[in-house]
C-alpha cells in the first residue's frame, strides 16, 4: 500500500477530512504518476436501490428490495456544495435500476446539469427494462454513456440470468434505431463460463452488438462475491488473445491490485467495426477513496460496500 499511497491527496468534504486517489492509472506497464491539476474524483449517484431483477451475481442482491429513493432537494444541496469545491470529474447514475423511476431520474439529471453544466460527462447503468421511455428524460442527448447491462445474446439465456423480462434483440434494436448518434450505447456484458465464457461466445457478441447498433462492448469478470460467481466467473486476460487477427488491442491501463482494463476494435464479418473493452476488479480495499457515492437513503460514502466511510448523513 505504501507505493500508492504516495499519489493521495487529503481533502475536507463536508468537514470530514477525506483521503482520495490522485493518481492517473498506469498505461501499457508504465509508471503511476500523480495528478498535478486540480484534483478530482468521480461520483456515484444511486437515486433507488430496488431493482425487480433477481440477478444471481448481483453485488447488491440484499438491498434490492428496497423501495426507498433519495431526496432530490438534497441531492441539490450536496451537488451545490461538491460544485464549489470544483472537485467533481464526472457522474455516473446507478442503483438499483435507475429507470424504476423515470421522472426522478429526469429530475436528477436536470439538477446534475443546471449545477455542473452540460459539459460534465454523466452516465446512466441500467438493464434497459425502461429503456423505452428514454426520451422522457429531457436532457438525454447530453448524457455521455448509457451502460445496459446485457450478458449474452441469447434473448432466452439473457432472460433468465435477469429472472425478468428484458429488452430482447428486437426491442433493443427498436430503440437504438431511434438515435442518430449511437455512441449514446454501450453494452457491459459478464464473462461467466456457462454464458459468454470464450473467446468465440465473445466474438458471438459483438456480431449481435452489432446487428443492434450499439457501438462499442466492455466484457466485465464479475467481483468473486458468492459462490455463483466464483464457480463461473472468467478472467478476461484469458480471452483476449492478441494473437488473434480478428482483433485489434490498443491499451492496456492497471490500476495497482484494484483493477486493469484494455481495449481494442473487433472487424464484423460484415466489415463493420466494434469497440471492445475488458475490466477485472478484485475485492482489494483501498485505504483512500477511488470514487464517491451518493446513496438512496441520502448518505455521501467514500465508495461503495460495507467499508465504505460515511462522509455525511443527510437523511
Not at 108 to 122: A, C, K, N, P
Not at 142 to 168: A, Q, W
Not at 267 to 287: D, N
Amino acid at each position: 500500500m505504501e507505493d500508492m499511497m504516495q499519489y493521495t491527496k487529503e481533502l475536507n468534504i463536508f468537514g470530514k477530512s477525506v483521503l482520495i486517489k490522485n493518481y492517473g492509472c498506469s498505461l501499457n506497464g508504465g509508471d503511476y504518476e500523480e495528478v498535478t491539476d486540480d484534483v478530482k474524483i468521480r461520483l456515484s449517484i444511486c437515486p433507488t436501490h430496488f431493482c425487480t431483477g433477481k440477478c444471481p451475481f448481483c453485488s447488491a442482491r440484499s438491498m434490492t428490495g428496497d423501495k426507498s429513493f433519495l431526496d432530490t432537494e438534497k441531492l441539490r444541496r450536496v451537488l451545490t456544495e461538491l460544485h464549489s469545491m470544483d472537485i467533481i470529474a464526472g457522474i455516473a447514475i446507478t442503483g438499483g435500476e435507475p429507470f424504476t423511476d423515470v421522472k426522478l431520474l429526469n429530475d436528477i439529471i436536470e439538477i446534475i446539469f443546471d449545477i455542473f453544466g452540460l459539459e460534465l460527462e454523466v452516465s446512466i447503468n441500467t438493464n434497459g427494462i425502461g429503456l423505452k421511455e428514454l426520451r422522457k428524460i429531457e436532457k438525454y442527448l447530453f448524457i455521455d454513456t448509457i451502460h445496459i447491462s446485457r450478458h449474452h445474446y441469447d434473448d432466452t439465456k439473457n432472460r433468465e440470468l435477469f429472472g425478468i423480462d428484458v429488452p430482447d434483440e428486437k426491442e433493443l434494436s427498436e430503440i437504438v434505431g431511434r438515435e442518430k448518434d449511437k455512441r449514446l450505447f454501450v453494452f457491459n456484458c459478464l464473462l461467466l463460463n456457462d454464458g459468454i465464457g470464450t473467446k468465440e461466445e465473445m466474438k458471438n457478441f459483438l456480431e449481435f452488438a452489432y446487428r443492434v447498433g450499439v457501438p462499442k462492448v466492455g466484457f466485465i469478470t464479475p467481483m468473486p462475491v458468492n459462490d455463483f460467481v466464483k464457480k463461473r466467473r472468467v478472467s478476461f486476460t484469458e480471452l483476449f488473445d492478441r494473437n488473434d487477427p480478428e482483433l485489434l488491442y490498443r491499451r492496456c491501463l492497471q490500476d495497482f491490485g484494484f483493477c486493469q482494463c484494455t481495449d481494442g476494435l473487433y472487424a464484423t464479418k460484415e466489415g463493420g467495426l466494434m469497440h471492445f473493452y475488458g475490466r477485472e476488479t478484485s475485492l482489494l480495499v483501498p485505504e483512500f477513496s477511488r470514487r464517491l457515492v451518493y446513496t438512496a437513503d441520502n448518505r455521501l460514502q467514500t465508495g461503495y460496500g460495507e467499508n465504505a466511510e460515511v462522509i455525511r448523513d443527510f437523511s
